[in-house]
Each structure stands twice: as C-alpha cells, then as structure tokens.
Nanobody, 120 residues
Framework: QVHLVESGGGLVQPGGSLRLSCETLGTIFERNDMSWHRQAPGKESELVAGIPAAGGAHYADSVKGRFTISRDNAKDTVYLQMNDLKPEDTAVYYC??????????????WGQGTQVTVAS
C-alpha cells in the first residue's frame, strides 16, 4: 500500500520561509516523478513545482526564484523549500507521486495535504 506523508506546513509571516517534506512509502521512489501542488480556498489546484526521476526541476512562474524542489532518493523524500513567502502562497500543499507502470501508464498517489498560511 502506498502512502505519502507530508510535514512542515504552518503559519509564517510574509518574507519568511518554510520547508515541506513528503516521504513516500510503498513505491520505488527513485522511479517516481514527484511534484508539489497547492489549492487555495475558492481556487483551482495548481502545480507548484516538479522534479522528475531523471532529475531537473520545473516551477510555476509565481514561485520561480523563491521555491526550490529537491529529492533525496536514499530517504524516499521530496522537499519544497519556500522562501520569501507571500500571502498569496497561502494554500493547502499536496505532494504527488507518479509511479510508472510500464506499458500501462502511470499510477498517481497524493499526500494528505499540509496547510501553509502566510499572514502578519
């Protein structure tokens, strides 16, 4: 059974930093493309950052230069370092694992979400 366990959310003042972690259990982590998504109240979910199994990273324009996604395959964990946080970053953040199934495509797994609130 696959579980994604997130941690690291909380309340932070504008300009502050947080680091989110997502440990993946039950998959071959190094084969998974990993990503972080967020959903703010009344808004659609959006992709924040992604890091493929092969390496490299991509970001939403709204977070470029402020957020950094990374992965530690030895710990089966993906991170999202968030700096210079803004009130508009307030959302529930979810990590997602894309687990390749060969010719059958992919299975997608989601974490439970962690709340990030940026306010004075």
């Amino acid at each position: 059974q696959v579980h994604l366990v997130e941690s690291g959310g909380g309340l932070v003042q504008p300009g502050g930093s947080l680091r989110l972690s997502c440990e993946t259990l039950g998959t071959i982590f190094e084969r998974n493309d990993m990503s972080w998504h967020r959903q703010a109240p009344g808004k659609e979910s959006e992709l924040v950052a992604g890091i493929p199994a092969a390496g490299g990273a991509h970001y939403a324009d709204s977070v470029k230069g402020r957020f950094t996604i990374s992965r530690d395959n030895a710990k089966d964990t993906v991170y999202l370092q968030m700096n210079d946080l803004k009130p508009e970053d307030t959302a529930v953040y979810y990590c997602r694992a894309e687990d390749p199934q060969g010719r059958f495509g992919f299975l997608y797994y989601w974490g439970q979400g962690t709340q990030v609130t940026v306010a004075s």
